[in-house]
């Protein structure tokens, strides 16, 4: 089976990297040329251009995996000197980015203008995703879903990927997902943080290798606690958490619901204040840090 992967960042790359061990025939094209060296040297056809890669595609149906920030997706997806202009009816895109939910939406009755049949995806997993398979939550077409089902079983780790619902509801799933692991976060940081005040000079690598089995509290998240005080310098880091966006959109449709997400949403203001000076000390904020860096790859400040 064929497929295009747009965008080789720390998770397109993972995705096209485990798409080719599988058996799949890989096309990937990104921007700049390091990315797609590293996907040459796994087998997997690179290109510079997108007219290029589209010409290699092939019959129908065409299959195009997106994994583009979502600031970027609605230029690529219909500008014409992007994807945009090399879309067809009988195609299939899947957006397998960030996206907000209802952007998907609109982004769906857009393309199936033109007959173009559009999938979000929701994809979870991060840096760990290749080795270990990637959670999958899919809205679009009912009809269209067993073109693409071998696509997410591949990627998934078994039994973890469906579709969820109908347009916007995998990237809805994934958006609330987001907003959960906000909340775990902070509230094992802020565990963390009270150990850590606490008199009784804990040894917090011992601690969490206690939690990690048998304990009610033990989660992926707790195996990456542990691996932060092994493997880490957290007096060397900033409190400094960056956020992406997708735990003020799960607040916002929680207000548009009518649903109560306090905690959600005092996590989401913790990584707003942790940008001021005077917290970019706390411990806590450390620990939220560095398990993003943990599961997801994504940066860290220094002191």
């Known amino acids: 089976m064929k497929i ?11 995705i096209a990297k485990r798409l080719q061990k599988n058996g799949f025939d890989v096309l990937a094209w990104n921007r700049s040329e390091g990315p797609r060296q590293e996907a040459a040297k796994c087998g997997i056809k690179a290109f510079a251009s997108i007219d290029e890669l589209v010409s290699q595609m092939g019959d129908q149906p065409r299959l195009f995996w997106v994994m583009l920030p979502h600031k970027i997706v609605d230029d690529f997806l219909f500008h014409k000197e992007l994807l945009g202009g090399f879309l067809k009816k009988g195609d299939i895109v899947i957006d397998g980015g960030n996206s907000f939910y209802k952007d998907s939406i609109r982004r769906a009755e857009e ?13 979870s997993g991060g840096v760990w995703g290749e080795e270990n398979g990637f ?7 009912k009809e269209i879903w067993p073109q693409v089902e071998p696509v997410f079983k591949v990627l998934s780790s078994g039994e973890n990927y469906g579709l969820v619902g109908g347009h916007g509801a995998g990237h809805f799933v994934k ?4 907003g ?5 976060m902070e509230a094992i940081a802020e565990g963390y943080g009270v150990l ?3 008199p009784f000079n804990l040894d917090l690598a011992q601690v969490t290798k206690i939690y990690q089995q048998g304990s009610v509290i033990r989660s992926w998240l707790i195996d990456l606690t542990r691996n932060i005080f092994e493997q880490e310098n957290v007096d060397a880091t900033s ?3 960056d956020a992406t966006g997708e735990g003020e959109w799960t607040i916002n449709a929680a207000k548009e619901f009518g649903v109560d997400a306090r905690v959600i949403e005092g996590s989401f203001k913790v990584r707003q204040e942790s940008k001021e ?12 840090a560095l398990m993003r860096k943990q599961f997801g790859g994504h940066g860290i400040q220094k002191k």
């Open 4 to 14: 295009a992967i747009f965008g080789l960042g720390r998770m397109g790359m993972q």
């Open 135 to 141: 959670a999958l939550m899919a809205g679009g077409p």
């Open 180 to 184: 959960i692991e906000y909340g775990m």
């Open 277 to 288: 000076e005077k917290n970019k000390d706390k411990f806590s904020n450390k620990i939220v």
């Open 111 to 123: 393309l199936n203008k033109i007959g173009v049949h559009f999938f979000d995806s929701g994809t």
């Open 196 to 198: 850590k005040a606490s």
């Open 239 to 241: 409190g400094f958490i």
């Open 175 to 178: 958006m609330v997902h987001n």
